[in-house]
């Protein structure tokens, strides 16, 4: 049994050296030939180094904001472009008093906090002489830091009496502390906002950014002081307003949903066979959401990345038809001093499959460092590459060298060694 080992270790290593001679003799034909595998397996890894980044990502932010979270709202979550049905545009908007219901209604909610945001509007944040035109303004109750899994750094959040009294103060981002204060405290500071002064009484912690966009770019106002400021938000028609909602415990998530969505439905009327007239999200919703269009994005990669495999097999397949007919006569002497078919099947496979996984191998180096260089040059480009993505590769590589390797294989094994002498 050890010698049969042996005798099949020497003749794969032999053969793996003959087909790295052929290769090195062959170079363009050779570098030509794999290039379909190269492409397709860099495609593969890519994506699923681009895929898995922006999942594990997403999955991150969400649940940064509570894994718990469930937040009411007029419309429906979507990702990307598109645009909203006439069914919900037509739904009446969520009300401070909803957010007053569910608190009253709902005993097993920790926190609620009804939120207004000031979306894509010229904002002037100003501190002497600094000044940052890009946070979004909020306006929130004091249950937005536990809703929200989002606390104050130093400082302190707005109470009860700033909300009661509409104090005109403020809660800032890191970002705009960093605009605004960059040397100095920036705790009991008068800014303005669009004119309106305000006295800075937190900085909240980092949050770090969610699909490229910063979640420390904004300020936070009591929301009586918001609407007080901002009129116009509650009276516009718009997405006015959101409902976060926490509950004591991880095991009461679907109940505050259910109560929640009940509490709402008598509020707005909705009769017993309709379908709700506002959303809700989850964090596990929003990850099964995202991760539906990433599916389909990663599919259609894998699709174009299949074709290339299939262009790179073809191309094996015809080089090795041709290294069979150049090297026939060998082929011949080797059968006449008493080598098998198996034998010439296997040095002809070896030659295909080396072939394709030099190439999987390039294009595992390609798969991997394409990702790296997109995200070096673009920051908000999340990529991670899994170590089965990498063997993925290599074996598919591998595959399709033994399948469109065989053919020829078994061409070379089944010449006749009279015939094949003969050949010039």
Do not use: C
Not at 11 to 28: D, P, S
Not at 272 to 297: C, H, L, V, W, Y
Not at 334 to 339: E, F, S
Request: proline residues 4%; charged residues 20%; aromatic residues 10%.
């Amino acid at each position: 049994m050890s010698s049969v080992f042996d005798h099949f270790r020497r003749g794969f290593g032999e053969n793996v050296r003959f087909a790295l001679l052929a290769v090195r003799t062959h170079k363009l034909r050779a570098g030509l030939t794999v290039l379909g595998i190269v492409v397709g397996v860099a495609t593969v890894i890519a994506m699923v180094s681009i895929v898995t980044g922006f999942n594990n990502n997403m999955v991150r932010n969400f649940q940064s904001f509570g894994a718990t979270l469930v937040q009411f709202q007029k419309y429906e979550a979507r990702f990307g472009p598109g645009h909203r049905g006439e069914d919900e545009k037509r739904r009446k908007d969520l009300t401070y008093e909803d957010a007053l219901a569910l608190k009253a209604a709902v005993p097993e909610m920790r926190a609620v906090s009804p939120e207004r945001y000031l979306w894509n509007t010229d904002v002037h944040v100003r501190y002497r002489d600094a000044e940052t035109t890009t946070p979004v303004v909020l306006g929130a109750t004091p249950d937005y830091s536990m809703a929200n899994n989002h606390f104050v750094g130093y400082g302190r959040f707005v109470t009860e009496s700033d909300l009661e009294h509409g104090s005109n103060v403020m809660v800032i981002g890191q970002d705009v502390r960093q605009a605004l204060f960059a040397r100095e405290d920036p705790l009991n500071k008068s800014v303005t906002l669009n004119g309106t002064p305000y006295v800075v009484i937190g900085v909240f912690d980092i949050k770090g950014k969610m699909m490229g966009r910063s979640n420390d770019n904004f300020v936070l106002l009591p929301f009586t002081a918001f609407d007080h400021q901002f009129p116009f938000i509650k009276t516009s028609g718009g997405d006015t307003i959101h409902i976060a909602t926490v509950p004591y415990r991880p095991d009461q998530v679907a109940v505050i949903t259910e109560k929640g969505r009940a509490v709402l439905r008598t509020r707005r009327h909705v009769p017993f066979n309709k379908p709700d007239d506002f959303a809700i999200f989850t964090p596990d919703k929003m990850i099964e959401s995202f991760q539906g269009i990433t599916r389909g994005i990663t599919f259609a990669m894998i699709f174009i990345a299949f074709i290339s495999l299939l262009i790179g097999g073809v191309g094996v397949m015809n080089i090795m038809l041709v290294s069979v007919t150049e090297r026939t006569r060998e082929i011949g002497v080797r059968k006449a001093v008493g080598a098998f078919r198996r034998d010439i099947v296997l040095q002809f496979l070896t030659e295909a499959t080396t072939l394709s996984l030099i190439g999987g191998a390039i294009g595992v180096v390609a798969g991997i460092a394409i990702p790296a260089l997109v995200k070096r040059a673009f920051d908000a480009l999340p990529a991670e590459t899994p170590v089965w993505a990498v063997v993925v590769g290599l074996l598919v590589s591998l595959s399709v060298g033994i399948f469109f390797g065989l053919y020829p294989a078994v061409k070379a094994s089944r010449l006749d060694p009279i015939e094949a002498l003969r050949y010039e």
